[in-house]
C-alpha cells in the first residue's frame, strides 16, 4: 500500500491533490496515512506472533526506543487516554496525558528505507504525526506538510534552502491560496514549491 522509493505521485480520488495530501479533511488520504502505520503494526504482530489488543500496545507505549514509529504510533491509537477518553497522544491540546505520549512517541526507531534520501523517514514521520494531531500547529504549516507528504513518501527529502524557499513563498499567501496549489502539485511534475 506504502508507496515505494521513486513511485510517481498518485492523483486522489477523493480530494483534488495526490494521494497522501488531503489528511485529515480526505477520507481516502487519511485512511492512506492510517494504513502506514496499520500495516507496520500487523507486521510486528505476525513476526513476533504477539495478538492484536490494548496489552500489546501498552508493553509498546512504556519503551517507544525499542520500535519502529508506525509501531508506537499505532501502539497508541489502541489505547484509551484517561484525561479525555480518546486515541493516546491524540487528545486536544490542553489534554496533559496525551501531549506527555505525543512528546514520548519521538523516541521510536526510524529506519531510512533502502534508496531514500537520509533522514527522510524522519521527515515522513515527523510530517505524518503532524496531519494525524494538527492541534496547537499553525493552519499554515499543517498546510505545507501535507503538501510535503505525497513526495516525502517518494524517498526525497528537500534541502533547507528548498524548505525555506517553499516556507518564503508562501509566507504571504493566503490560505486558500496555498489550498490552491495542492492539484499543481500533480500537473507539474519537479513543481518548484515542494
Ligand atoms: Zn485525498
Ligand atoms: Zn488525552
Partial sequence: MRPGVGEPLRACTGCPGPEYSGAP???RCRGLVDAVLEEEWRAFLL???LPDGPEVAALVAEEPQRYDWRVVDAALERLVC???AGPLGRGPAGCAPCALAHG????????????AAPGNEHAVRVN???VRRPQGVPEREVLLRR?????LMTGVLPTTERAQAAKARTRGMGLAEIGALFPRVLDAPGFTLP
Fill in 25 to 27: 479533511d480526505c477520507a
Fill in 47 to 49: 513476526r513476533e506472533g
Fill in 82 to 84: 484517561e484525561g479525555c
Fill in 104 to 115: 514520548f512517541r519521538y523516541a521510536a526507531v526510524e529506519t531510512d528505507r533502502p534508496g
Fill in 128 to 130: 505524518v504525526s503532524v
Fill in 147 to 151: 503538501l510535503w507528504l505525497p513526495w
